[in-house]
């Protein structure tokens, strides 16, 4: 378990958040899979956490490093396919849970066939932590603190 992600070995720190990311990106997936996106969409503008901060509560700058590694890892073993999106809700509910302020982004980019291909990633002041996959590629909508 010490190699979630190839080349990187977990901390213990990182190794104890296990736990909770396998419970929230199966929350985050059963949400994606069977809630109407303009309802939990809705739900993000009225409950994020706004405001952006350098200080963190609780040591929580740490985490902003740490839930992102463990996130992404169990992502790619999961039995479903943990898109952008399941991503960026289970490290926002992780964030939330640690009042870290943050914002889930939502872009789109039209493919090769000219159809609109979306993608989520989730930011905590300027670093983006989760989806940073080609994300030059996508046009910004509208992030929800």
Same mark, same amino acid.
Not at 88 to 94: E, G, K, P, V
Not at 98 to 119: S, W
């Given at each position: ?21 396998? !419970? ?8 994606? %899979? !069977? #809630? ?7 739900? !993000? $503008? ?7 901060? %350098? ?17 992404? $890892? ?8 943990? =898109?952008?999106?399941?991503? %960026?809700?289970? =490290? ?13 982004? !939502? ?16 930011? #905590? ?21």
């Amino acid at each position: 378990m010490r190699r979630l992600i190839p080349g990187h070995n977990l901390s213990k720190e990182e190794i104890n958040l296990i736990p909770e990311a396998i !419970f929230w990106l199966i929350v985050a997936r059963l949400k994606v %899979s !069977f #809630v109407p996106s303009g309802r939990w969409i809705e739900y !993000f $503008g009225r409950t994020g956490i706004k405001g952006q901060s %350098s200080v963190f509560p609780n040591g929580a700058e740490l985490k902003i490093h740490e839930i992102p590694i463990v996130v992404r $890892g169990l992502s790619l073993r999961m039995p479903w396919q943990s =898109t952008c999106m399941v991503e %960026s809700l289970a =490290t926002h509910y992780m964030l939330q849970k640690r009042k870290v302020p943050h914002k889930i982004h !939502f872009g789109v980019k039209k493919d090769a066939k000219n159809k609109l291909e979306a993608h989520a990633w989730l930011s #905590v002041g300027d670093l983006v932590i989760i989806g940073l996959e080609n994300l030059d590629e996508f046009i910004e909508l509208r992030p929800i603190t």
